[in-house]
């Protein structure tokens, strides 16, 4: 759009630094994502030529900031699905923690690198999402504008447990729900009426390893 002559703004943010940059291409606003060791949001200097991030997203890293080192916990919740089962469960995994195990309930802390895979996070993203929208007053004039949110919990998740996992299920009822505050959000500010809502991914994710051996899968 900004190529075709529209003065229009276009921001991103995602926990993955690949997926949020790729997403606004190279004209974006404002590329937004998640530096998980270091508990930031964070950007570039192509973005921001003196480093800094803007003001209003230094407030929210503020808040982060006294979570690290604290210790988070993911239960199952009690919730279950017909397409999850106990099978799934893998024996082992690279991309996981002795602490953060196997089975329910996961145990992390704050500024380690498996803590993005929580639901929480999911959240977390919507919040910095919906704070673009407005430092940006984006939809505010007849000019159009991009937002683009990628939830990237799923593929940290998927990686280690598959998608007929309890703990992609719950990832799933999360994203749910945030899509659903996020749009909401939009119908606020700017009106659905005057939205395009695309929905796409840039990968599914194979049952894992164990999984598959066991049930003959090659």
Known sequence: MKNAGYNSKVVDVSLKDRATILLGGHREDLAVWFDEVALQWVSSSYNHKDGKNPAWLDKINEKLTAKKGQAGEWKSEGVNSPRTTKEAVPLHSKYLTKE????????????EANVTGLPKFIEFNTIVAEKLIDEYKLGKDKTPDILSVSYSSFDYMGHSFGPNSQEMFIESLAVDKNLSRLLNFVNQRVGLKNTVVVLTGDHGVAPNVDWMKKNNIK
């Open 100 to 111: 953060f195990g196997l089975t329910f309930p996961h145990r992390t802390r704050f500024g």
